[in-house]
């Protein structure tokens, strides 16, 4: 599977961003997806994870409350709804996916993921 992601941008604290991750190839339902994000000098970390189902959603404590991520099969794309931005969230989002048969979701290290988008810029300012 391929996964193109978009929707970054510079957004006043405070204000909401969606991210969509479009998902080309076959076997759109066998997949896991996940949300990462990576800030300057930092490492890569969990965000938001989808099952293949949608019906098991989790999230980074920091981000519950705010952030929403869902799933479209007609369009094969995940979204990550992004509201209350913080500065701190400021990062480079990725988008990753896992073919699995499981109901609930990969464990929360990129490890775990096998493809990768290639990446959204959102730049949160204070």
């Known amino acids: 599977v391929q996964l193109q992601a978009s929707g970054g941008g510079l957004v006043q604290a405070g204000g909401s961003l969606r991210l969509s991750c479009v998902a080309s190839g076959p076997s759109y339902s066998r997949y896991a997806f996940g949300w990462f994000r990576q800030a300057p000098g930092k490492g890569r970390e969990f965000v938001a994870s989808?099952?293949?189902?949608?019906?098991?959603?989790e999230y980074k404590d920091s981000v519950k409350g705010r952030f929403t991520c869902s799933r479209d099969s007609a369009k094969k794309t995940v979204y990550l709804q992004m509201n209350d931005l913080k500065a701190e969230d400021t990062a480079v989002y990725y988008c990753a996916a896992k073919q699995t048969i499981l109901t609930v979701n990969p464990s929360p290290e990129p490890a775990n993921y096998d493809y990768w988008g290639q990446g959204t810029l959102v730049t949160v300012s204070s």
């Open positions: 989808i099952s293949r189902s949608g019906s098991v959603i």
